[in-house]
């Protein structure tokens, strides 16, 4: 079985609670020796640079003094906080610490695979779903909160007699998401994955630059659509209705 070397180490050190805890739940894995896939493996690995990184970050704060490192991440989240207050509103701020992380868990994941000897995750359907029901359940969750028993008024429509067949189709729109989330981001990074392998297969050298700039640029834009989307319907969702 094909494993990358960072998954390999991670099965060599958990394989054995990892079967354990996959057999309390009835799950058995095709090779217990190596329960970890490539996907999960690249996703801890991404979870635990982000957790380095965060608290590196906190470590060096300074108001006198700000690093380099200060300035990027005010600028992310001056560019965050912006985007989400024309979309959101002026209650934005609660929802930017769940914005920011989800959107440098998915650029991180988009760009991984350009490193050698790593993979992109977000190339495997499961990763972009599990994003997607996360978020599903975050917006859904400060909808009830925002709105409480009233929030059911957003599947309704404004019409009363309508309002049986406007809530099965709301419902069905509200699941669709979920779905449209993970195929946009899977597709886009699988194919910029497909085209970059094509390339370096058939000219290593030179023409796949630029097609590793093209990854890039779509890791980015991606991301930026997702995490878009996330606030559009964080603002739907939070709205109350008059």
């Known amino acids: 079985m094909h494993q990358l070397p960072f998954t390999a180490l991670l099965n060599q050190l958990l394989a054995g609670p990892v079967n354990a ?10 090779h217990p020796t190596a329960p970890i896939p490539d996907h999960v493996a690249m996703q801890v690995l991404v979870f635990a640079v982000l957790i380095v990184f965060f608290v ?9 003094k700000p690093g380099t490192l200060q300035h990027i991440i005010e600028g992310v989240y001056n560019f965050m906080d912006v985007q989400s207050e024309e979309i959101i509103g002026h209650d934005n ?21 350009l490193i050698p000897f790593f993979e992109t995750p977000t190339g495997v359907p499961v990763v972009p779903l599990g994003c997607a029901v996360v978020t599903w359940f975050y917006y859904q969750f400060h909808g009830l909160r925002a709105n409480g028993p009233g929030y059911v008024k957003h599947f309704l429509g404004p019409v009363w007699w309508l309002a049986p067949l406007m809530f099965v189709i709301e419902v069905c729109s509200h699941l669709a998401r979920m779905l ?21 297969s058939l000219v290593p050298v030179g023409l796949p630059v630029l ?13 930026f659509i997702f995490v878009l989307l996330t606030m559009v319907y964080l603002g739907e969702a939070t709205a109350h209705e008059h």
């Open 21 to 30: 805890l996959l057999n309390a739940v009835h799950i058995h894995p095709a």
């Open 56 to 64: 590196v970050t906190r470590a060096s704060l300074s108001v006198e």
């Open 93 to 113: 701020k609660r929802y930017l610490s769940y914005l920011i992380t989800l959107g440098l868990f998915i650029l991180c994941c988009n760009l991984l695979g």
């Open 180 to 200: 449209s989330l993970t195929i946009r981001l899977f597709a886009n990074m699988f194919a910029g994955d497909m085209v970059t392998l094509v390339f370096f």
């Open 211 to 223: 097609f590793l700039g093209l990854h890039v640029g779509v890791s980015l834009i991606q991301t």
